[in-house]
């Protein structure tokens, strides 16, 4: 079965430091997403691509970055770890095809504690 | 700009009550809207749909209504189970991303 993974499942990191969340699909999706769920604000959009080459910013996007080199991976990086982006991350894939309805399939999320 | 708003939480119930959880949403156009559930430490899982006004999305016991008078997608089930326990995220289609309410908690008891 098709499935979307996120690695590792949790992670503690220091201040200041390079971290990468791994997320790999096997759906052949287009579209794919990164998101952080803190409590009361929900799910936030991070970074998001298109397709391969491609990487936009969403509304929390300050101080990670995305690379798309091939369909099934976005690794979300962060460039020097703080605090504030202690959190759960999730990421997300969907298609654009009109079957699929903007269906996006979530995986098991990543809990990163910066201290 | 476009955005999301769902009821505050945690709703507690007890077993075989009525649920509801209140989605509005702010948007141009019509959006397809989506309902989504978390169970504990899980990801977002797909719970039910809907793509244009009227249109009823239902899985699982679950119903929502695209209301576009009211810009509406109100989540109800008519008997809950302790199984039903989880967050629930209201969601919009924005230009193939989505935009999330702040979810609900439900708690369902015995």
């Known amino acids: 079965d098709a499935e979307i993974t996120q690695s590792p499942r949790h992670k503690i990191t220091e201040t200041g430091r390079q971290v990468t969340l791994a997320c790999h699909q096997t759906?052949?999706?287009?579209?794919m997403f990164w998101y952080r769920q803190d409590l009361g604000h929900g799910l936030r959009l991070i970074h998001y691509s298109y397709g391969v080459q491609d990487t936009n910013k969403g509304e929390v996007s300050d101080g990670y970055s995305v690379s798309r080199s091939n369909t099934e991976d976005l690794p979300l990086t962060l460039e020097s770890a703080a605090s504030s982006q202690t959190s759960v991350y999730f990421c997300a894939s969907s298609d654009h095809s009109r079957d699929t309805e903007n269906i996006q399939y979530f995986g098991a999320g990543t809990r990163l504690s910066v201290l | 700009g476009n955005s999301v708003t769902q009821m505050e939480g945690p709703v507690t119930l007890s077993e075989e009550a009525f649920l509801t959880i209140n989605c509005t949403y702010t948007a141009t156009g019509y959006p397809s809207l989506f309902w989504y559930v978390q169970y504990p430490g899980e990801g977002l899982q797909l719970l039910l749909k809907?793509?244009?006004?009227?249109d009823k999305g239902s899985n699982k016991g679950f119903e929502a209504t695209y209301r576009k008078e009211t810009t509406s997608f109100h989540l109800e089930k008519g008997s809950v189970q302790v199984s039903d326990s989880a967050v629930y995220f209201c969601?919009?289609?924005?230009?193939?991303?989505?935009?999330f309410g702040s979810g609900t908690r439900l708690l369902v008891r015995p």
């Open positions: 759906w052949n999706h287009n579209n």
């Open positions: 969601a919009m289609d924005s230009s193939y991303k989505l935009i």
């Open positions: 809907a793509t244009k006004a009227d």
